[in-house]
């Protein structure tokens, strides 16, 4: 009991972290119809540019933690924002009226590019960095078995929720909100009734890379180390909590993000370390199949 607790606490924190991804990957996909391959790649120049902030930060004196993180966050989401906007200028918006295929090959592309130039810049070994919330509270003891929280747990969940939350509000509650919810549901239309179609989802680009960078940012903390491939199989994760949850559903990207990050964890606690990722893959195969919206997804109108 003890330790299913700790893996659920585990698998939370996890599953926030895929869920931010997610989201990002949900947003391009409800107004384009197409899936940003370049996104895992993004938040992977986030958790670098917030790895590189925090040294900077270090270089300069300024040891205070929680000033520390809030001037990275800052940094990493205001970079990474340039970069999911030259993504959607330099991949998407010149092919928009191409075939289908090939913004999805540009996108390909991107992610390749990103990856090469993060390897040429930073190189290619392993990038640790120390714990910067140790400690945290222990819950309760059974068998031997101590269950906690850590600090840094508590920072990634409080941090992911807040930012999920304005996030909600800019959707729901403003102008720019309302034009990303019209051009989802008609992009076409949406432009006919005056609505700035290219600059709507250039800033769903944008907004999704700088999610994409917080996520970086809590990945960095919970897991110390980074290298210029973990942008590939995170963002494969969190593409598979889009599917699971529903393609184009924010709640559904939240919630198929928890779900992949507790069967990720409990796979590990319970089955081969080795083939959590196999466990994770085998469910976007399975959703595929027998749930092809997804769990929160709908049903594509086709329009005539």
Not at 145 to 169: E, K
Request: proline fraction near 3%.
């Amino acid at each position: 009991m003890a330790y299913a607790l700790q893996q659920l606490i585990n698998g939370v924190t996890l599953g926030m972290i895929y869920g931010l991804i997610a989201v990002g990957y949900t947003m391009v996909y409800g107004i384009i119809g197409m899936i940003n391959f370049a996104h895992g790649d993004i938040f992977m120049v986030g958790a670098f540019l917030s790895l590189i902030a925090l040294t900077g930060l270090a270089g300069l004196g300024i040891t205070a933690v929680p000033l520390a993180l809030a001037l990275t966050l800052i940094f990493a989401a205001g970079i990474a924002a340039l970069y999911g906007w030259t993504v959607e200028r330099v991949a998407y918006r010149p092919l928009r009226g191409s075939f289908r295929l090939a913004p999805l090959i540009s996108a390909i592309g991107m992610s390749i590019v990103l990856q090469n130039f993060v390897q040429v810049s930073q190189g290619a070994r392993v990038k640790p960095m120390p714990a910067l919330l140790p400690g945290g509270i222990q819950l309760f003891q059974q068998d031997g078995f101590a269950v906690q929280i850590t600090w840094m747990q508590i920072a990634i969940v409080v941090t992911t929720l807040l930012v999920l939350a304005v996030f909600t509000w800019l959707v729901t509650r403003t102008p720019l909100g309302r034009s990303m919810r019209a051009c989802e549901q008609d992009l076409k239309m949406a432009g006919l009734l005056g609505i700035d179609t290219d600059r709507t989802i250039s800033l769903t680009f944008v907004i999704g890379a700088a999610l994409a960078a917080v996520a970086g940012l809590m990945f960095l903390m919970y897991y110390g180390v980074i290298d210029f491939f973990v942008g590939f199989i995170a963002g494969v994760k969190a593409f598979t909590a889009a599917v699971l949850g529903g393609i184009g559903s924010l709640p559904g990207a939240v919630l198929g993000g928890l779900l992949i990050g507790l069967i990720e964890t409990f796979w590990s606690a319970y089955f081969s370390i080795a083939y959590k990722d196999v466990a994770a893959f085998a469910i976007l195969i399975l959703a595929l199949i027998f749930m092809p919206t997804g769990i929160l997804g709908r049903a594509d109108v086709e329009k005539v």
